[in-house]
Every structure is written in C-alpha cells, then in structure tokens.
C-alpha cells in the first residue's frame, strides 16, 4: 500500500500559515469524500429499495464505483491498487446484475450499515471537530489581541495575571482541540479506504452465498479476489491502529509540556538570552496600520525573512508577500499607543517605516538582532553565520576595557588568515579596522553616555532661563538675548547614538573609533532607543533642539567643535568633537565625541558645519568676510546656506587668497 499523507501532530502549536494551508487541503479532501460517500450511499439505498429495479440499481453502482478514479481527491490521489480493485469489483456487479432479486436483508446488514456508520461516526465526527477548532482559534485570537493591549506605562499586576490566564487557556484549548481534529483527519485517510472496500466486500459475499448459483464456476473466480481484499483490508486496519497509537503517544507527550509553553511572555523565556547571530527570523508579530487621518489598527500576522527581505503571510495564503527591503535599513525599539515589545523598521530613504510588536521580550530582541544583521547585507557572503558571530564577538570585544588601543586593535586581527576568518574580517572591516597607535584614541574604561546631557555645553546654558513659558511650549523673549544669527541658518533632524570622551581632537580616526565603540555598546547591552532632535547649525553655535518643545536642550560655540566627521562606508552616521570646561585636566578643557545618525548626508552636514566655523573667523575681518559670502551660495533671503558638491572647496580657495 502507498504511503498516507498525515498531518504533524508537533505543528499544531504553533499553528502556522503553512500548517493551515497543509490543513485545507485536508479539509478539502474529507469535503470531497464526504461528497462521494453520499453519492455512494445514495446508489446503495437505491439497490436496498429497489428490488424490482435491481439490474438498473447495480447498473449505478458499477459506475459510481469506477467514477472514483475521476474524483478530485486532493490527497491520495496515486491509490492505484484501491481504484483497480473498485473497477474489479464493478465487473463484478455486472455480472451480478441479473441475479440480484432478493437481497433487502442482507444488502441493509452487509453494505448500507457501514457505510451510514462511516458517515454518522466518522465524517460527522470530522465535522464537529472542525466546528470546535474553529471555535477555540477565534477565541484565541480574541484573547492574544487583549493581550496585546496591556499597558506598559501603567501595569496592572492583576490585569495581566487575568489576561495571561486567559490566553494560557485558550491557547491550551485550542492546542487540544487541533490535536484531536488533526488525528481525527489524518485516521480518516485510513478509514476512507476501508470504508471503499468493507460495505462492497460484504456486498458480494452476500450476493454468492444468497442466490447458491454459480458455485463451481462464479465462485472459484471470486475465491482468490475476495481474499486478497480482505487481506488488504486487514492490512490497512493494521496501519491505522499502529498510526492511531503513535498519534496518541505523541499527543500525550505534547500535552505534558510545561503550563509555560502558552504563556506569551513567561519568566522562562524572559530569563533566556536572545540569539544575537540569527540571520533568518519568522514568527507571528503584531503590524500597525493606518485605516484614516489620525485612526489605526493593529493586524498579527505570520512574519519571516527570505533573503534580505521582511516577508508576511497571513493565515490562508499559499505564499508570503513582500513587506520590506531590509538591506542598509535601520531598526529601532520605540514607544507606540503604549503597547510593550514595539519596534520600528526604517527604510535607507526614510520615505518608508513600519511599527511591529513582539509577543514577549525574547522574540522583540532577537527581531531586532535579525533585522540589524541582515541590514549589514551578511547574507551575501560565503559564510553569513561565522561572519555574524564574529561581528557579535567583535562588539563585546569592543566595550572590553584594554590597557592601550594598540592591543584592542591586534585582538581583532586572527594570528592565522583561515577563509572564514578573512571573510568575516573584510565585512567588519568598516567598523573595526583603525589606524594603530602608539596611544589610546580613548580613554580605557571611559563610560559611554546614550543621552545627550549637557556634561560638554557651555556654561551659560546650565543657567536657569528668565523667559516665561506659555502652555502652548512658547519661550517669551528675554530683554539680554543675543542677536539672531543672519548669515547661516540650516536645520537637520539626527538621532542621537551615544558620546565618549576622548584624549585628542586631531584627525578623523578618534571619530570613527567613537563610532565603533558606541554602536557595539549599543548592540551588546539592547540600547536600542534614539531620542531625535533639530540640529540648527549658525555661524556662531550648534544647536540640539527637542522637535515637540522646540527648547533648546544643548548648545556649543563652533570655535569649541575642532573636529567633524562622517564614516567611511555609511554617510548616514556623523560625529564630532566638543570641547567643554573640564576643572580636573591640566589644560582645564575636556574632549567628547558625540555620534549621531541622520537621514540626510553626512558630509554635507560636516560642510555646513566647517562653513559655519569659517564665517566666524572672517568676521574680524570684513573684507574677507564679503569675499567669503560672494564666493557662498545662499537662499533668496541671503540666511540659508545652499548644499553643493563643490561648495567647500570655492570657499577654502576664497580663504586662502584673502589670507
């Protein structure tokens, strides 16, 4: 006998979109046999009830038998040895059908009763437990989306307990029931074969032993038939009570799993760590999306990455759908409509980002590793797996505090050049790889800040303002303000990732160190949120406005920014160097580099900045500040100063001949 097809007991947990597919298509097919099985039964009845009729009833079954070749089963449908017995068994019919005149007993006990007892046991079986499944899955959903609105800010202990409870229970019932509907599906491909051949091997029987014709030459030709049929019988009976015992075994042992296994987010997942190495991720995740103006909705939907892309299918789809091209992305944890586990995923060109929730805490990080890992395009090397360990070893490596920079540096280097090795050190070459020195760019040990205080700014913004506030976040001026810088205005949005303090401000290794540092910090202790702000960058100071109260939140003089710089490879990250008043240090001044990202270029910023600083410079001189402004671009009300390609080397030149 060919193999049946049978449903994964192990799957029903998770229940995922290809689970419920592999499920319709059994579905399909009990419709399908539930639709035979009548059409069968009904051309049964007719022989039962028919006796005046019988040639004509016979007639029907032998073809409704040979009409089950035709049938579009969606499973089992290379059954040769069962379809070439129902055609033998339509000749046979044939043969039988002009003796059939009395057989109303033996027809209803041999060939009617098993049938109806298939079809009232066990497809209304099928059916009812459909019903059931169906029934605890909604109540799931209803449950795991209550879940899913548990305040963070505002946790109520008991709340949550009842709500946890909730979809424990119902995740448990509906566990319960898919397992039973499952094996009820997967006995019903034994049972179908079965209840095919039983009612038709009784059938003829009884036809031989009613009517005593035939019994040396019908018989004899029947003898060896019929006992092949019941030996196949036998045989299938066999397979379906060692299947069913296996099915019950395996439910048992799937029921004895932890009361954890349906907790969304248990203190056994909470407590383990996050694999920080995954380059593929799939799972269910809540989506958010807009559905008006200011209205939305949140949608959990079956999530998994393919290559470099954030796939999603929902429950029913044959395949996934495209959400997102996850390359060179950013991702990032964020507060939404007070809902725990959210993060957002940006696209490189800001026009695109959406807002996803995890079920638990294990789940929220490991998405984000994911994501980030497969933003960096690992994936595309020959050896992606030993490549994001070693990125990963890389960024404990470099929050490690070391005696001097020059033995941080040749940690990464691998004494002998394997494949893997090489690999992995040309794709974190941009991130690891600086200039050696005899001296530590940073300090050993130096804490990282990941929020922009005010430790480096100048000392007039530490005063307390004398400006009163308005309740619409308005600043009413002061009578000692300074003058509004007229000369250079420009306005940029950047995230802040994090400062260090540094021993020297010369060159642009000390900012690409900065960088390494602060976003391996970030990844090996989940910093995962920014807080964003208005750069406003004036001919005389850098500016950090918040963009929801427009209060300034830190201020430097550009004479105290020596140094500004973009990354080699990822023009979205800036930094630069800050000097501030530093009691402590011989020379009484202190070095921080700040680091931000921004969705803007870097080096045009950078130019800004050394426009800005070159402003302040001619103003003492206004010859050659009249020269610098004649040689600069600006905007129709001569404020605003217009980014170009070869902006800063005309105002260099312009310098150097006024000098």
Not at 316 to 334: H, Q, R, T
Not at 517 to 532: D, G, K, P, T, Y
Request: aromatic share 6%; charged share 25%; hydrophobic share 35%.
């Amino acid at each position: 006998m060919p193999p049946v097809d049978k449903l994964l007991l192990e799957e029903a947990l998770l229940d995922s979109p290809q689970t419920r597919s592999l499920l319709s298509v059994f579905e399909e097919d009990a419709g399908t046999l539930t639709e035979f099985t009548n059409q069968l039964l009904q051309a049964m009845q007719r022989v039962y009830g028919a006796q005046n009729e019988m040639s004509i009833a016979t007639q029907q079954l032998s073809k409704q038998l040979i009409a089950y070749e035709k049938q579009n089963f969606a499973l089992s449908k290379g059954d040769d040895e069962v379809i070439s017995t129902l055609h033998r068994f339509a000749r046979v019919v044939d043969e039988l059908n002009s003796l059939h005149t009395e057989l109303a007993k033996q027809v209803a006990d041999t060939m009617i009763f098993p049938m109806i007892q298939f079809r009232e046991r066990d497809l209304t079986e099928v059916s009812t437990l459909k019903d059931l499944f169906l029934l605890a899955s909604n109540e799931h959903d209803v449950a795991m989306a209550k879940y899913s609105k548990l305040p963070k800010k505002r946790e109520n202990e008991k709340l949550k307990a009842e709500v946890v409870a909730e979809v424990s229970a119902t995740r448990r019932k509906q566990h319960h029931s898919s397992l039973q509907y499952y094996c009820a599906l997967n006995a019903l491909q034994h049972r179908k074969r079965v209840a095919m051949l039983d009612p038709l091997l009784g059938f003829t029987q009884g036809q031989i032993n009613f009517f005593k014709m035939g019994v040396e030459m019908f018989s004899k030709k029947l003898d060896d038939f019929l006992s092949s049929v019941a030996t196949m019988v036998q045989s299938i009976q066999g397979q379906l009570d060692t299947e069913a015992e296996t099915m019950r075994l395996t439910q048992q042992e799937l029921l004895l799993a932890s009361e954890t296994t349906y907790m969304p987010d248990n203190n056994a997942t909470t407590s383990k760590k996050a694999n920080r190495n995954l380059l593929q991720k799939a799972g269910y995740l809540n989506i958010r999306t807009k559905t008006g103006l200011v209205s939305t909705s949140w949608d959990r939907l079956y999530f998994f990455t393919q290559g470099g892309n954030l796939m999603c299918q929902p429950r029913g789809a044959v395949a996934g759908g495209l959400i997102l091209d996850l390359d060179n992305c950013s991702v990032m944890a964020v507060d939404c409509e007070d809902r725990r586990y959210c993060f957002q995923i940006v696209s490189p060109s800001g026009k695109m980002n959406i807002i996803l929730q995890a079920e638990g805490k294990q789940e929220y990080e490991e998405w984000i590793c994911t994501i980030n890992n497969i933003s960096r395009q690992i994936y595309l090397t020959d050896n992606p797996e030993a490549i994001a360990i070693r990125l990963n070893e890389t960024a404990v490596q470099a929050v490690t505090p070391m005696s001097t920079f020059q033995k941080k540096h040749e940690s990464f280097r691998p004494k002998q050049v394997e494949s893997d090795g090489a690999e992995a050190a040309r794709s974190e070459k941009s991130l690891t790889e600086v200039p050696e020195s005899a001296d530590p760019l940073i300090i050993p040990g130096t804490p990282i800040r990941f929020d922009l205080c005010p430790a480096s700014e100048d000392s007039e913004q530490n005063r307390p303002s004398s400006g009163r506030t308005n309740p619409f976040g308005e600043s009413c001026p002061e009578e000692d303000t300074t003058p509004e810088d007229s000369l250079l205005h420009q306005v940029f949005t950047v995230r802040f990732l994090g400062s260090i303090e540094t021993r020297t401000d010369q060159g642009d290794e000390v900012i690409y160190e900065t960088m390494r540092q602060v976003l391996a910090a970030r990844a090996i202790h989940n910093v995962f949120r920014m807080s964003e702000y208005q750069m406003v960058v004036s001919s005389r100071r850098l500016r950090f406005i918040d963009p929801q109260t427009q209060n300034t939140i830190i201020s430097f003089a550009l004479s105290a920014v020596p140094l500004c710089a973009s990354h080699q490879d990822n023009k979205r990250l800036i930094g630069f160097v800050a000097r501030g008043p530093d009691l402590h240090l011989e020379n009484g001044a202190s070095l921080n580099c700040c680091i931000f990202e921004t969705n803007d270029d870097g080096n045009e910023i950078c130019s800004v900045i050394d426009f800005g600083r070159k402003i302040t410079q001619a103003e003492k001189d206004p010859e050659a500040l009249a020269a610098l402004m004649k040689a600069t671009e600006l905007s129709a009300d001569g404020r605003f100063f217009l980014l170009g390609q070869t902006d800063k080397d005309e105002t260099d030149a312009c310098l150097e001949s006024e000098a």
